[in-house]
Structures are given as structure tokens and as C-alpha cells.
């Protein structure tokens, strides 16, 4: 009976997947339309509202095996190159023949921001394309835009991965977040995925808010709506370095590996630094930055990390390090304003600055 019971839950199981891999013969998001086996590029056009039409590019990898849907998102910030250059060469990279499950890759969501050379914000309205979600039609472009990613992408993916790089003014040391939702079976997944990507500083979040429909950036609302999401982060002041590249690049395969999407074992890192509390530290003057450490130093509490001069030479604010801990990036321009960010430090989980 009990092997008759096996049996039984296998043959469902095989209807089961049967079904699913007949479902999902042919995956479309916006414009593109794979079948199985097939690559296909295409657009998600955010139609014109109060403000211009967006299209956003995407391509999916419908593999020949069914599996998973994962979803890649960079350049929600323009700037960001090296994680929009890794996202633009993963999709040269895959092959639907070698993937079991669907890759959708959204290498470059803020295009506005990217053609302008805008960091933080779509210049279209000035908003910060990873804190509207979940979105909503008749606000402006960049509400638009979220919606339909969350339509589009995230309804539609098992697991996302959000990509960043320290932006233009981001001296970045690379790291990824994990978020703790306090669902075990969930979390247990998001971690191993944190884990495969490979970034040795894995931030933990735990502030994130809980609500799917006020859920502001993109991993939160794939993670409120139940599927096991990270955000990642590599590159910096602008840089495309072939190490960030491929860190990014690497970690995505790993996790596709993590995810049984593709053949092979995964190296997951064994004693990441995890990182349990972020102190921003901002500039309370206007005027020139000088930065005394480099991203990744690790500080004492009250140790001075760079200091803003007034345009002629004079010193007019001191940046101290609010507790100890690792500087996960520091500003790399001189431009400071009044309220602008000096740097963030990451409080080590567990550490006596910790407690
Ligand atoms: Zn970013």
C-alpha cells in the first residue's frame, strides 16, 4: 500500500508538472513571446498617462525543461552600470536548451535615467524607481511602470533577484540583502539564494515593510507576496569593472544552479559577514567632501571618516562613524549637499555595537 501510495504520489506529480510544462508552452511578458526552447527579446510598453510612455526592455529564456520562473531586474537606477552591463550579458549568455524553468531579464528598467545620465531618479518625475511599488496606473510614469513590473514580473516569477551597483556618487563595497520575514520555508529559500550568489556581506533586513500593497521597493514585493527574492549590489561611482561584472554575472548562474534551472553544483559562501543594523551618516553642510576611508574599511564608533569644506578651504563639518562596523560605501564625488549621504556603515550581526 505504501508503495502503491509512493507510486501513486509520483504519477501525480508527473501529471502535475505535465501540466504545468503544457500551461507555460509558450511565457510572455509585454512584448516578448518564447516557446518552449526559445529566446525572445521584446518591450513592456507603460503607455502615456499624466506624463510620456515608457518601453522597458525584456527578454525571457524559456527553457526546454520546465521549472521555476526567475526574475532578474536591473537599472530600476540608470547609473548603476555594472549591474544593467552584467543583466545585458546574461541574457547573451543563456541558453533556453541547458535551462530547466524561465529566466525573465529586465536589464534596464529607468531607460530615462540611463540616457540622461540621472542618478537615484527618473527625471521624468523626479521619483526613485525602487520605492513606488507596488505602483499604480494613474499616477506618473514611474507609478506606471512599477505596476506593470509587478503585473508583468513579479506576479509572474517563483523567485527575483533585484541588481544594483553603487550609483555615480557610491563608492560601494558589494553585498546583498536578505530579508527575514519570519516565514521559515520562505526564508530558508532566500537565504540559500543570498548564499549561491556568492557576495560575502549579506545584509539583513528585517524593516522591510510587510504590506503587499505598500510594499515600496521591487525584492519587498515579490518577498510580501510569498516568493523567495534577494537584492544584490556591485559595481560604483559609475565604473563597469570586470570583477563587479562577473561577480554579478556569476552569482545569477549560481542561484539558477541553487534553483535546479541549470545542471551542476553550487558554491554557497560558508561565513558571510552578516550584517545586522545599516547607520547612514549625512552631511549637515553644504559644501566640498573629502573622504578619509575607502568602501569596505572597517571603523570604530566616533572615528572620522571624511570631513565637508566650505568653498574656499575651510573646514565646516567633521563625519564621524556612528558605531563600529564596515563601510558598505562611502560618497565618491565631492558635490555634498545639506542632508546628502557622507556614507553607510553596516553594524556587524552580533558584534557589541550590535547589542
Ligand atoms: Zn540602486
Known amino acids: 500500500m505504501r508503495q502503491l501510495f509512493k507510486n501513486g504520489a509520483a504519477l501525480l506529480l508527473?501529471?502535475?508538472?505535465?501540466?504545468?510544462?503544457?500551461e507555460r508552452?509558450?511565457?510572455?511578458?509585454g512584448t516578448a513571446v518564447a516557446s518552449r526552447g526559445q529566446k525572445v527579446t521584446g518591450v513592456i510598453e507603460v503607455p502615456p498617462?499624466?506624463?510620456?510612455?515608457?518601453?522597458?526592455?525584456?527578454?525571457?529564456?524559456?527553457?526546454?525543461?520546465?521549472?521555476p520562473v526567475l526574475a532578474l531586474v536591473a537599472g530600476a537606477h540608470g547609473t548603476e552600470y555594472a549591474s544593467i552591463i552584467a543583466l545585458e550579458k546574461l541574457i547573451g549568455l543563456l541558453s533556453p536548451e541547458e535551462i530547466a524553468g524561465t529566466v525573465i531579464i529586465v536589464p534596464l528598467v529607468n531607460t530615462p535615467s540611463f540616457e540622461g545620465m540621472v542618478p537615484h531618479l527618473n527625471p521624468i518625475d523626479r521619483k526613485n524607481m525602487n520605492r513606488m511599488y507596488p505602483g499604480r496606473m494613474d499616477g506618473t510614469q514611474t507609478d506606471r511602470a512599477s505596476y506593470l513590473i509587478t503585473k508583468e514580473v513579479v506576479d509572474r516569477c517563483d523567485h527575483l533577484i533585484d541588481l544594483h551597483g553603487g550609483d555615480l556618487?557610491?563608492?560601494?563595497?558589494?553585498?546583498?540583502?536578505?530579508?527575514?520575514?519570519?516565514?521559515?520555508?520562505?526564508?530558508?529559500?532566500?537565504?540559500?539564494?543570498?548564499?549561491?550568489?556568492g557576495l560575502d556581506h549579506i545584509i539583513i533586513s528585517i524593516d522591510r515593510p510587510t504590506d503587499p500593497d505598500a510594499s515600496?521597493?521591487?525584492?519587498?514585493?515579490?518577498?510580501?507576496?510569498?516568493?523567495?527574492?534577494?537584492?544584490?549590489?556591485?559595481?560604483?561611482?559609475?565604473t563597469v569593472k570586470p570583477e563587479d561584472v562577473s561577480a554579478l554575472v556569476n552569482g545569477c548562474l549560481s542561484v539558477m544552479r541553487y534553483l535546479k534551472m541549470l545542471p551542476g553544483p553550487v558554491t554557497m559562501?560558508?561565513?558571510?559577514?552578516?550584517?545586522g543594523r545599516i547607520l547612514t551618516v549625512l552631511s549637515e553642510q553644504t559644501g566640498i567632501f573629502y573622504p578619509l576611508v575607502r568602501r569596505g574599511t572597517?571603523?570604530?564608533?566616533?572615528?572620522?571618516?571624511?570631513?565637508?569644506t566650505d568653498y574656499v578651504g575651510k573646514t565646516i563639518f567633521d563625519a564621524r562613524a556612528p558605531a563600529a562596523g564596515?563601510?558598505?560605501?562611502?560618497?565618491?564625488?565631492?558635490?555634498?549637499?545639506?542632508?546628502?549621504?557622507?556614507?553607510?556603515?553596516?553594524?556587524?550581526?552580533?558584534s557589541e555595537a550590535f547589542k
Request: aromatic letters at 8%.
Open 14 to 22: 508527473a501529471i502535475g508538472s505535465v501540466t504545468v510544462a503544457q
Open 25 to 29: 508552452a509558450t511565457f510572455s511578458v
Open 49 to 67: 498617462g499624466i506624463d510620456t510612455a515608457l518601453s522597458i526592455p525584456v527578454a525571457v529564456v524559456h527553457g526546454a525543461k520546465p521549472g
Open 169 to 197: 556618487d557610491e563608492n560601494l563595497r558589494p553585498y546583498s540583502y536578505w530579508t527575514k520575514t519570519g516565514n521559515d520555508p520562505q526564508d530558508r529559500i532566500s537565504r540559500g539564494m543570498a548564499l549561491a550568489f
Open 216 to 238: 515600496r521597493y521591487l525584492e519587498n514585493t515579490a518577498t510580501t507576496r510569498g516568493k523567495p527574492s534577494i537584492t544584490v549590489e556591485a559595481g560604483y561611482a559609475g
Open 269 to 275: 559562501i560558508e561565513h558571510p559577514v552578516w550584517i
Open 298 to 308: 572597517f571603523v570604530e564608533q566616533g572615528m572620522k571618516i571624511g570631513y565637508v
Open 326 to 350: 564596515v563601510v558598505l560605501y562611502i560618497c565618491s564625488v565631492p558635490s555634498m549637499r545639506n542632508g546628502g549621504t557622507i556614507a553607510s556603515v553596516g553594524v556587524v550581526a552580533g
